[in-house]
């Protein structure tokens, strides 16, 4: 077959551009480096999730650049240093405010069991000497912030109450049933009767909580028994009072253990890295 002249000279034509556009387009080592770069750019500005994608990027796309992509790894590893050094810092101040958050109150209450690993805080308004004699709702916690309501009656006839319920006008709720022996104890001295109820595990079915959120409105208190509602009270000022702040005191307790448990497992997560990092160094 022949060509004409004209035909040719548009094939050379072609062939040149062609050529000059794939020696103008950038290699796969080129775009690799330059996305590399920007990855750089994005941690310099404190843009670790959108430098971590474009590193991840660079390792599964371009795996031949074998010496750019171990570069991207070790650079993954430090933008996570860097992210984790970071919520350390904000937890450890986190922790800070927390905890003195915790110290002035803590002076309000005092150990109900002073010689458990773990005892239990009750409010001073609630000691035995201001609620010995009378029907009330204690409020308890422990140091981990494990709250729990117990209710207490004193009378001169048994009512072998088993259930509490708390009424705010129209609105109330009930605890569970509490059958144990180890939670509801009941003696007898010289004709007085005694009984508590310690509803724990969440047994009250959120009476405790009730009554702290509704602590400045009136509140009725039904001491369930066989019989029905049994005998009822309006909760003191003192006792909703003490109710409310020791429920919020087991509520910063429990967040000043959880923060303790997340720095201890950004300082195990750091040191795992950190041991990770060592390894490779060594088998490099």
């Known amino acids: ?58 390792i599964y796309s371009y795996p031949e650049q074998k010496v750019l992509v171990h570069k991207c790894k070790d650079m993954m590893n430090m933008v996570y240093r860097t992210e984790q050094e970071r919520n350390l810092q904000f937890l450890d101040s986190l922790l800070s405010i927390r905890e003195s958050e915790v110290a002035p109150i803590m002076k309000y209450f005092q150990e109900e069991n002073p010689e458990s690993a ?41 009512i072998h109450h088993f259930a509490i319920k708390a009424e705010v006008g129209d609105i109330f709720t009930v605890s569970d049933t509490i059958t144990d022996d180890a939670l509801n104890h009941a003696f007898n001295d010289g004709g007085t009767y005694w009984e508590t109820i310690r509803f724990k595990n969440a047994s009250d079915n959120g009476v405790g909580e009730f009554i702290a959120n509704h602590s400045d409105e009136k509140i009725r208190i039904s001491l369930i028994t066989p019989k029905g509602s049994g005998y009822k009270f309006m909760l ?27 720095i201890r497992n950004v300082r195990t997560s750091l040191k795992y890295n ?7 160094l060594i088998k490099n």
């Open 236 to 262: 003191t000022e003192i006792d909703k009072q003490a109710i409310r702040e020791t429920y919020y005191l087991a509520t910063l307790l429990r967040e000043t253990i959880h923060i303790k448990g997340q």
């Open 1 to 58: 077959m022949k060509y004409s002249k004209g035909t040719l000279v548009y094939c050379i034509y072609m062939l040149s551009i062609s050529s000059i556009l794939s020696s103008c387009s950038p290699s796969r080592e080129e775009l690799a480096q330059e996305t590399f770069q920007k990855a750089v750019d994005l941690y310099s500005n404190h843009q670790y999730n959108s430098s971590k994608i474009l590193l991840d990027s660079i």
């Open 118 to 158: 773990n005892p239990t805080l009750i409010s001073k308004r609630q000691s035995i000497g201001s609620s010995f004699d009378r029907a009330l709702i204690k409020a308890h916690t422990d140091k981990n912030g494990n709250f729990f309501i117990s209710s207490h009656y004193t009378g001169e006839a048994p």
């Open 274 to 280: 950190k041991a990770i990092s060592n390894s490779s």
